[in-house]
């Protein structure tokens, strides 16, 4: 079993012409690259996802180049592993003066981490689904109010049976594709975009990058293969664009949240159009934010002339 699907293009050949680059950004969504980063920053993230996989859960034997599972059961292995969360392992990769290097050259300026990531080990499954791509959205859907690229960055061999990331290039030009009208996730429907229209390479490698826009829509595919499936995804924005307020949630009334940022306590105005999210994406209801928000809690939040546009738990 496998996900056929067109491949991807490669764009090596234009790193060191951010011009360039970005005009095919622009065009067609994204950009793919093959083999690009520092060695010793992957190994680092790739040498912690096998710790937890070998030594904490012991779905993988000792000694192994590719996280192969040995069978054992994984019908209760995590979704979003503790033991990565909170590791700090994250804060390292981008700390790394190589990675942020690499970035900066894409896209010819200085970069802003967003701090939002995924870790994920994907387990194998039985069976594949009957929608491959039934995962399918569109990031800035659901991060209103500022800017960002995504990176997904794999860890281990991820090929067509281990699934990996599909993304629809040029669909970005439609615009959000997602049903406004299906609350609480306002899904993309199945017919939005079609099967020919979805991509990947046939392996991704460690040390590879798919950049995309918020507009591109993407999925993650249903891993049918008999290895763990390794990969976190990080964002930057550039100087240029509109960034998020961060910060630790001081004040909360039915009409304004107050944060305790770096530059110091900022105010931002709620109003029945603000998109009171979880981490999923799914909208709660505005009139409960002073019961679903607590002092403390730790928010990103899309802003526009003072008004909150989207506010976004960072943990949960």
């Excluded at 503790?82 to 970035?103: C, D, L, M």
């Excluded at 934010?289 to 899309?302: N, Y």
């Amino acid at each position: 079993m496998s996900y056929a699907m067109k491949e991807l293009e490669e764009h090596n050949h234009l790193l060191g012409d951010p011009e360039a680059l970005n005009k095919v950004f622009e065009e067609e969504g994204y950009l793919y690259f093959r083999d690009v980063l520092d060695k010793e920053a992957v190994e680092e993230v790739r040498a912690k996802y096998f710790s937890v996989l070998v030594d904490d859960y012991g779905v993988v034997d000792p000694g192994q180049d590719q996280p192969i599972w040995n069978g054992k059961d994984v019908s209760s292995f995590p979704v979003k592993v503790p033991e990565v969360y909170g590791s700090g392992t994250y804060e390292r990769f981008v700390a790394n003066p190589a990675i942020t290097r690499f970035f900066e050259d894409v896209v010819g300026e200085p970069i802003s981490w967003i701090p939002s990531t995924e870790y994920r080990l994907n387990p194998p499954v039985a069976e594949k689904p009957e929608d491959p791509v039934a995962g399918r959205h569109q990031d800035g859907f659901f991060n209103n109010g500022y800017n960002f690229r995504i990176c997904w960055i794999p860890f281990a061999d991820i090929d067509e049976e281990i699934g990996g990331l599909a993304i629809a290039p040029g669909a970005h030009k439609r615009g959000y594709l997602h049903d406004a009208s299906d609350a609480p996730k306002f899904p993309i429907p199945a017919g939005a975009i079609a099967d020919d229209e979805w991509a990947r390479p046939k392996v991704y490698r460690a040390g590879d990058v798919l950049m995309f826009s918020t507009k591109t829509p993407h999925s993650g595919l249903a891993n049918l293969g008999k290895a763990f499936r390794l990969s976190m995804d990080v964002r930057f924005s550039t100087a240029n664009d509109p960034q998020p307020v961060i910060g630790d949630l001081i004040e909360v009334t039915r009409d304004s949240i107050t944060l305790d940022t770096s530059v110091g306590a900022v105010r931002l105005v709620v109003d029945e159009d603000t998109y009171l999210r979880l981490k999923d994406g799914a909208r709660l209801p505005n009139e409960e934010i002073e019961t679903l928000l607590h002092i403390g809690d730790p928010l990103m939040v899309g802003a526009q002339d003072g008004r909150a546009v989207l506010i976004r738990p960072q943990k949960g």
